[in-house]
């Protein structure tokens, strides 16, 4: 048993969804498909959302509109009658949604994951049903009625345990009689049933829970990549493809910049110690990226990773000298706003952390305000350096800071993790600094 993931692109039109018929009858192993929503329809849905929220219904039925030509289009190209249908179903219900909700002027969360979902439940079902027509034995899967998650509408956690028992049920006899079974990614529902969606890019989560609780193999996540790089290389042409890398080196630069996995994506796999395999859809046997338990390599960096968009908060009070309990005060703050930090520094009166640039930075800083000083830097980057063993190999931070000399630093965090070093940079600044980086731990002496 094998679990594979297509991303969007994979999908984008007849041609590309032709390829993945190909890949997934490439051999006769049993396999369970996630799939993301056609490429442009998340976008789409997304817009139409902002559009509910502006009051703009006109606007929101165009979008709509868009995604019925492009998922129409895409089942005329395959000839699939079945998908025709379901297609029309699922945008009539969606068009129902929209006087609905602009009537309530409501956009809560919870209604917000409803729309969302319908590009996974399009695509699951058209590509379910045109593996059949090809004459593969699939069966599809709803996945509202397998993945179970909590109610943190927009971006859920799977339950585990409840999931395993649903695919158990549901899922495990499909395969008697079926050799493929696909269900769309990135969506769930929660104990009352609702719709609830797994934050974008949540497919990759999607397929990794459903690897564990199916026992695979192995785990194939398919875009149009040639897998996992040194950097980005729409920055760095020279960004060279990683051949292989450890479950914690794959988190890491998933949580700090790396766009070919869903941060949340190795945390299943992990529990399950299942490998993990980056393909590119285009050229099914090109070697890609395989992320296992172990890393191939040590004390060497293996990738540059950058987030951007970040906030640095800057909390001073001299009443954190000698005393305990502030820190606690000062993260309640950020739970109450439901806000993740990224990196901290703290020094005997000074912390300093790094959240997202969405943040609810007025109410934390108005917050934090009453009981110590608060400055806020915005447009800043984070860079981090990936590897195992970098904590405790010498040499690395020496060469890191000669290649960012006449780059100002603004924040540095080292310790936490053994296979992270990160610095913090004005954002203007972030092209040069990882071009430098790059250079210096990727190509700098290496024969051309």
């Known amino acids: 048993m094998k679990v594979l993931k297509f991303g969007g692109i994979s999908l984008r039109d007849a041609v590309a969804i032709k390829k993945v018929a190909q890949i997934i009858s490439s051999d006769s192993e049993k396999k369970f498909v996630v799939v993301s929503a056609f490429y442009g329809v998340t976008d789409l849905l997304s817009e139409l959302v902002s559009s509910l929220k502006n009051n703009l219904p006109q606007k929101a039925l165009e979008c709509i509109d868009k995604v019925e030509n492009i998922s129409q289009n895409i089942v005329s190209e395959l000839n699939s009658v079945n998908s025709s249908g379901f297609v029309n179903d699922k945008l009539s219900e969606l068009r129902q949604l929209v006087p609905a909700l602009s009537l309530l002027g409501e956009t809560s969360p919870r209604s917000i994951d409803k729309i969302l979902s319908y590009g996974e439940k399009i695509s699951s079902f058209v590509l379910a049903d045109y593996l059949n027509s090809v004459g593969i034995k699939t069966s599809f899967a709803d996945s509202e009625r397998i993945i179970k998650t909590d109610s943190s509408y927009n971006c859920a956690v799977v339950d585990i345990e409840k999931t395993r028992a649903k695919i158990k049920d549901i899922v495990s006899p499909l395969f008697s009689e079926n050799d493929c079974v696909v269900c769309a990614g990135f969506t769930g529902s929660d104990s009352k049933n609702s719709v609830t969606t797994l934050g974008r890019g949540g497919s990759d989560y999607t397929a990794s829970v459903v690897a564990v609780c199916l026992n695979a193999e192995r785990l194939e996540i398919w875009k149009e990549v040639d897998g996992i790089m040194t950097t980005d290389p729409r920055i760095i042409k020279t960004a060279k493809?990683?051949?292989?890398?450890?479950?914690?080196?794959?988190?890491?630069?998933?949580?700090?910049?790396?766009?070919?996995?869903?941060?949340?994506?190795?945390?299943?796999?992990?529990?399950?110690?299942?490998?993990?395999?980056?393909?590119?859809?285009?050229?099914?046997?090109?070697?890609?990226?395989?992320i296992r338990k172990d890393s191939d390599t040590q004390n060497e960096v293996k990738a540059v990773a950058f987030q951007k968009n970040v906030t640095v908060i800057n909390i001073c009070s001299e009443k954190m000298l000698g005393a305990y309990g502030f820190l606690s005060k000062v993260f309640d703050v950020f739970t109450r706003y439901r806000t993740p930090?990224?990196?901290?520094?703290?020094?005997?009166?000074?912390?300093?952390?790094?959240?997202?640039?969405?943040?609810?930075?007025?109410n934390i800083t108005r917050e934090l305000s009453t009981f110590?000083?608060?400055?806020?830097?915005?447009?800043?980057?984070?860079?981090?350096?990936?590897?195992?063993?970098?904590?405790?190999?010498?040499?690395?931070?020496?060469?890191?800071?000669?290649?960012?000399?006449?780059?100002?630093?603004?924040?540095?965090?080292?310790?936490?993790?053994?296979v992270n070093l990160s610095i913090i940079v004005e954002q203007k600044d972030m092209e040069n600094a990882v071009f430098n980086l790059h250079y210096e731990f990727f190509e700098k002496g290496v024969e051309k």
């Not at 914690?248 to 190795?266: C, D, N, Q, R």
């Not at 901290?344 to 912390?351: A, G, K, L, R, V």
């Open 372 to 418: 110590s000083d608060v400055e806020i830097s915005q447009d800043v980057a984070i860079i981090s350096l990936v590897g195992e063993g970098l904590k405790f190999t010498s040499g690395i931070a020496a060469r890191c800071f000669l290649a960012i000399g006449d780059i100002n630093v603004l924040m540095v965090n080292m310790g936490a993790s053994e």
């Open 341 to 362: 930090v990224d990196l901290i520094t703290t020094s005997e009166i000074n912390i300093s952390v790094t959240v997202e640039k969405n943040a609810d930075i007025d």
């Open 241 to 290: 493809r990683i051949e292989s890398l450890s479950y914690v080196e794959a988190s890491e630069l998933a949580y700090f910049g790396a766009k070919v996995l869903h941060p949340k994506t190795i945390r299943p796999a992990i529990m399950a110690e299942i490998p993990v395999y980056i393909k590119k859809t285009s050229e099914p046997d090109f070697k890609g990226t395989v």
